[in-house]
Structure formats: C-alpha cells, structure tokens
C-alpha cells in the first residue's frame, strides 16, 4: 500500500481506539500515524525512510523490505518492554501499536502479504487483495474513510 492508504488506515486505528474507550486522547493521532508508516522504514524510498536514509538503509541491508519490520515481533516486544519496565502499557504505547498493527493490516490486503512470524518465511496475505496503487487500493481506503466518517 502506499502511504496516503497506510495513514487512512493509521486513521482507523485511531478512530477504533476512540470509540473502544483504548485513548481518548488527541495524542493518539500523531502516534498512530507515526506507527501506520514505521514499518516502511525499511524501505529508503517511503516517506519515513527518506527523512532517515541513514538508518532506513541500515534496517534494509540488514532485513530487507517487507521482513522483520512487518512482522508482529516489534509490537510484541515493545509492549513486553513496557510491562517489564513500568508494569502497564503506557497510552502512548498503545496508539504507537495500533498504527504499527494498521499498517500491518493494510499489507495483509496486498498480493506480497506479510511475514506476520518472522523470522520464519511464511507470508500471510488476504484471499482478496489489492495491488499497491490501483483503482482498488483508493476504494479499499475510500470506503475505510467513509465508514469511519458515517460512524463517528
């Protein structure tokens, strides 16, 4: 997906958060936009990656595109870290999370899938996707934006 889809569904997230009672803070928004386009830091020509090519060439080399960053390890280790060190997952946290996991979900819906258990090679992927940049991404994240406007 690209990212204007990625933030739409950062958006979601966001929007899903509010309405489950999880952040009710405006807080929430920047952070699960930021976490909608983290996992594309391994990619240094994405929005995030090119504001960071130091470190986005660094995580490619290593990893490649669409592998550990896409993958559920990060999220589990942060909330993990979070519990250990301060024995609750801090709000923050959490909208950091969602958009990292929308991100995730947007993937999902694309033909390359994504390796949800890295290290291990398996890509799990929609049984109907959509191909990165089509008339039917825009639909995907049209209707996205219109449910989340007809029931906010």
Known sequence: MQA?????FGVGATWLMHRTGWAASVHAWPLTLVG????DIDHPKSVLGRRIAPVSLLISGLFGHRGMTHSLLLPALAIAACLYGWGHVPAWMLALCAGYLSHLLADWLTPSGVPLCWPLRTRFRSPLYVTTGSSAEWCVAAALAFAMWRWW
Do not use: E, G
């Open 36 to 39: 909608a386009l983290l996992p």
């Open 4 to 8: 204007r889809s990625h933030l739409i």
